[in-house]
Nanobody
């Protein structure tokens, strides 16, 4: 069962903008911190931005001032508005939901989308 579905990747020139969206299953979205990660082939997946269910967003230093993460609780959607894109932003971008697991221990279950490719040409 697919829980997260991303859209919005593509090819853009340096300095351009793209908007990524991720629709999540309602039962997951409402309790989860949502995030976007990215991965370049051969490298580890890295956090780009994260927004909790009831808090302020956090950003990796390399996207601060350029990317904006937001969530629409009515549509179970998290978005990543990317501007001033650079060739080094080229990667597969993954949507992530970190859902707390009920119980006495602090445990989180992670859900991942399949990824969407963003290519920034110079």
């Amino acid at each position: 069962q697919v829980q997260l579905v991303e859209s919005g990747g593509g090819l853009v020139q340096a300095g351009g903008s793209l908007n990524l969206s991720c629709v999540a299953a309602e039962n997951i979205f409402r309790i989860s911190a949502m995030a976007w990660y990215r991965q370049v082939l051969g490298n580890e997946r890295e956090l780009v931005a994260r927004i909790p269910s009831d808090g302020s967003p956090k950003y990796a230093d390399f996207v601060k001032g350029r990317f904006t993460i937001s969530r629409d609780n009515a549509k179970n959607t998290v978005s990543l508005q990317m501007s001033s894109l650079k060739p080094e932003d080229t990667a597969v971008y993954y949507c992530n939901a970190a859902a707390p697991v009920p119980g006495p221990l602090i445990v989180t279950k992670n859900y991942w989308g399949e990824g969407t490719l963003v290519t920034v040409s110079s």
